[in-house]
C-alpha cells in the first residue's frame, strides 16, 4: 500500500451539531458546521486531515496551508480567493474564524480536495465521501 493511500472516508455532519461521524465512529469537533449567507462553512483542519492532507497554519499573515498528495491549497482568512495547485480560484464564502477555528464554504475544500457532497435539507446534515 502507497505511504500516502487513504482509504475510501465517509464524513456525516450536522449543522449546529459538533458531532461528526467518520466511517461509523463519532468524533468531537471543536467548531460544527455553521451557514452564513445561504453558505455551509466546515472545519478547515478536521476536513483536511480525515482525508489525510497535511495542514499549517502561518498566525502572521492569517494563512493555512493544505497539502495532498500533489495538490496544495492556499487560503487567508478574510479573503475570498484561493490558491489551487497555484492557480486563484474565487470562492463563496472567504474563510473566517468561529472559536478559534478556521472555517471554509464545504464545497470548496471537499471538492478541491477530490471528494463528492450531499446535503439533506430535511436534517440539515451533509455527507462528504472520499473515494480512496
Same mark, same amino acid.
Given at each position: 500500500? @502507497?505511504?500516502?493511500?487513504?482509504?475510501?472516508?465517509?464524513?456525516?455532519? /450536522?449543522?449546529?451539531?459538533?458531532?461528526?461521524?467518520?466511517? %461509523?465512529?463519532?468524533?468531537? !469537533?471543536?467548531?460544527? @458546521? $455553521?451557514?452564513?449567507?445561504?453558505?455551509?462553512l466546515v472545519p478547515?483542519?478536521?476536513?483536511?486531515?480525515?482525508?489525510?492532507? +497535511?495542514?499549517?497554519?502561518? @498566525?502572521?499573515?492569517?494563512?493555512?496551508?493544505? +497539502?495532498? #498528495? %500533489?495538490? %496544495?491549497?492556499?487560503? /487567508?482568512?478574510?479573503?475570498?480567493?484561493?490558491?489551487?495547485? #497555484?492557480?486563484?480560484?474565487? !470562492?463563496?464564502?472567504?474563510?473566517?474564524?468561529?472559536?478559534?477555528?478556521?472555517?471554509?464554504? !464545504?464545497r470548496f475544500i471537499?471538492?478541491? !480536495? #477530490?471528494? %463528492?457532497?450531499?446535503?439533506?435539507?430535511?436534517?440539515?446534515? $451533509?455527507? $462528504?465521501?472520499?473515494?480512496?
Open positions: 500500500m @502507497p505511504v500516502n493511500f487513504i482509504p475510501k472516508t465517509k464524513i456525516v455532519l /450536522q449543522i449546529g451539531n459538533s458531532v461528526a461521524v467518520i466511517n %461509523e465512529k463519532t468524533t468531537k !469537533l471543536d467548531s460544527p @458546521p $455553521i451557514i452564513i449567507k445561504d453558505r455551509t478547515l483542519r478536521f476536513i483536511s486531515e480525515a482525508f489525510g492532507a +497535511k495542514v499549517e497554519w502561518n @498566525p502572521v499573515f492569517r494563512l493555512v496551508f493544505i +497539502k495532498m #498528495g %500533489e495538490k %496544495e491549497i492556499i487560503v /487567508q482568512i478574510g479573503t475570498p480567493y484561493a490558491s489551487v495547485s #497555484g492557480k486563484k480560484v474565487l !470562492l463563496d464564502s472567504p474563510p473566517l474564524i468561529v472559536k478559534g477555528r478556521t472555517m471554509v464554504p !464545504l471537499a471538492e478541491t !480536495l #477530490g471528494a %463528492e457532497v450531499t446535503w439533506d435539507e430535511a436534517t440539515k446534515s $451533509i455527507t $462528504i465521501i472520499y473515494p480512496g
